[in-house]
């Protein structure tokens, strides 16, 4: 490695054996796909169990007392009500309401845990540490986090983790995987059932060769996991989110309890609250492009007129879909479910419609 070359995760070694197409990704080299390319990534996590590397992600701790307090001064999320071994998706804010990052939270006791996105990972750091306190915070160096997505992953992990099929969606738990601690919470970023599992990064290229061996399991890269996000209405931060896009512009006012909303107490609160009242600007939304023919990030949004009301923000081929698919902001004006609009795509304007999100319902494991 040089001096501003991207880094490596703990499965570098693994995605070069089985011939996985590196590319550099938010500060790290990952594969974007393998031999099979990314349409057969996609079908098989929707038909079977995918391997993702999520080691890029930042995992933290947070140490000391009443952390369900301290984060909540950072977040709009209801932290105060999730119970020990349940996770939560919320978002760091700043006082417009803007997003910082969006991050998953997980009781764990005493420390508690944090899942950060790899971009905006050293603000995130400085970010905790100034309200925290720097010695609250703890950075995990070595780990690695291994994602197992699709219908068949229950199966599998269950060979391997008795007990991890009970398991509900948003739901954590410890297990001792081949010898090796793991700890496993009932997530993912795919749309689909399955697991993230985090273990130290010296025992990550011998679980992830176990998990290949299983039938069921192939391994996918960064292609796979942005169509299949894609088309689950699934937000990638950098694109879909930024610090000037607030919680209700992008759909995300869900995230905020109705004890939230009525106390506040985090930053961007008064913005929260003005918008859920009056109504956001802009809105995220859904397109549905006709024909064939993907249209990428930063295309402008036109209305009938010719006038520029939005711009994409995610775009590509959903294959399960069989057609392109995208979101993006549009004036709240146009932002119903069913407006005609355009995309401006290489010099030319391609209808599309509003559509409401996910393209793809979701399977996540509710229990039983």
């Not at 009781?107 to 400085?126: E, F, H, M, Q, Y």
């Not at 879909?321 to 005609?340: D, I, R």
Request: hydrophobic share 40%; net charge neutral; aromatic share 6%.
């Amino acid at each position: 490695m040089t001096a501003g070359s991207p880094l490596r995760t703990p499965l570098h070694a693994f995605h070069l054996r089985h011939g996985g197409k590196m590319v550099a990704f938010a500060g790290y080299e990952l594969p974007v796909q393998y031999a099979g390319g990314i349409l057969a990534e996609h079908r098989h996590t929707r038909n079977a169990a995918s391997l993702f590397d999520a080691s890029h992600l930042g995992q933290v701790f947070v140490h000391g007392e009443n952390q369900a307090e301290a984060l909540e001064r950072l977040v709009p999320g209801d932290l105060l009500a999730l119970p020990e071994g349940r996770m939560r998706y919320t978002l760091f804010t700043n006082a417009g309401a803007g997003i910082l990052d969006d991050l998953m939270v997980i009781n764990t006791g005493n420390p508690w845990s944090l899942v950060i996105n790899a971009g905006p990972k050293a603000a995130d750091l400085r970010h905790l540490r100034a309200h925290l306190g720097e010695d609250k915070v703890e950075y995990l160096e070595d780990r690695a986090l291994l994602a197992l997505q699709g219908p068949a992953a229950s199966a599998v992990l269950s060979r391997f983790a008795r007990g991890c099929e009970g398991m509900p969606y948003l739901s954590a738990r410890t297990f001792s995987i081949a010898g090796t601690e793991a700890f496993v919470t009932r997530s993912g970023y795919t749309g689909e059932d399955g697991y993230e599992i985090a273990v130290p990064g010296a025992a990550a290229d011998a679980l992830a060769e176990k998990l290949l061996e299983q039938p069921e399991v192939a391994p996918a890269g960064l292609g796979a996991r942005d169509s299949l996000r894609l088309e689950a209405g699934l937000c990638l931060y950098g694109h879909d989110l930024d610090a000037t896009t607030t919680v209700v512009e992008a759909g995300l006012a869900w995230t905020v309890s109705k004890r939230r909303r009525a106390e506040g107490g985090y930053p961007g609160a008064e913005t929260v609250r003005r918008e859920l009242a009056e109504g956001p600007r802009r809105k995220r939304v859904g397109l549905r492009p006709a024909g064939r023919s993907p249209v990428r990030e930063g295309a402008a949004i036109v209305s009938g007129a010719g006038e520029k009301i939005g711009q994409v923000t995610s775009g590509g081929f959903g294959p399960t879909v069989e057609g392109p698919v995208a979101m993006g902001y549009v004036e709240a004006s146009f932002a119903t479910p069913g407006t005609a609009v355009g995309l401006e795509l290489r010099g030319r304007t391609v209808e599309a419609a509003v559509t409401r999100l996910p393209f793809v319902p979701t399977r996540y494991h509710k229990g039983e």
